[in-house]
């Protein structure tokens, strides 16, 4: 089974999930990357003097590279850097990160910074259950994701087995 998206559609699903908040904005994909600007005075939980500084230097810009597949774990790093205020917003961007895939199943992500981005890392294996749980033709059914890409369009193959 192949299930591709455009990011359109990707990004209307992800939003009605509550994935991803209304801060994030202007996205658009390329190859094997997503870009997006964020709001970061507008996400949930950024503390007072974050949320004051941030909204006067404006909206950050973030990139989602996709790094590939390996020994059945999906790997994405999500890089944030401000225009105009350079330094580093990795550990940031991890803990809001981390945050939001808390909302997940144990063991499905995890996330960690190294060298500047913030990584994730997908386990293709305990991915399976809860595609079928969002597909409903696929409700009951076993799937195995066998590869994920990111870019202008999500496209995700699987197996049923």
Request: charged share 25%; no cysteine; glycine share 10%.
């Amino acid at each position: 089974m192949e299930l591709t998206l455009g990011l359109d559609e990707a990004l209307t699903l992800a939003r009605a999930a509550d994935a991803i908040p209304s801060a994030v904005t202007d996205v658009r994909g390329g190859p094997q990357r997503v870009q997006a600007q964020v709001k970061v005075h507008e996400l949930p939980g950024v503390p007072g003097a974050v949320r004051m500084a941030t909204r006067m230097a404006g909206p950050v810009d973030v990139r989602v590279e996709d790094r590939g597949v390996t020994d059945r774990t999906w790997r994405v790093a999500v890089v944030a850097s401000h225009p105009v205020l350079r330094m580093d917003l990795s550990g940031f961007v991890t803990e809001a990160v981390r945050g939001q895939l808390g909302k997940l199943p144990a063991g499905v992500a995890t996330v960690h910074t190294q060298d500047g981005a913030t990584v994730v890392e997908i386990s293709l294996d305990r991915l399976g259950p809860l595609v079928g749980e969002m597909l409903p033709a696929a409700r009951g059914v076993r799937l195995r994701v066998d590869d994920v890409t990111l870019g202008e369009r999500l496209r995700l193959t699987a197996s049923v087995g």
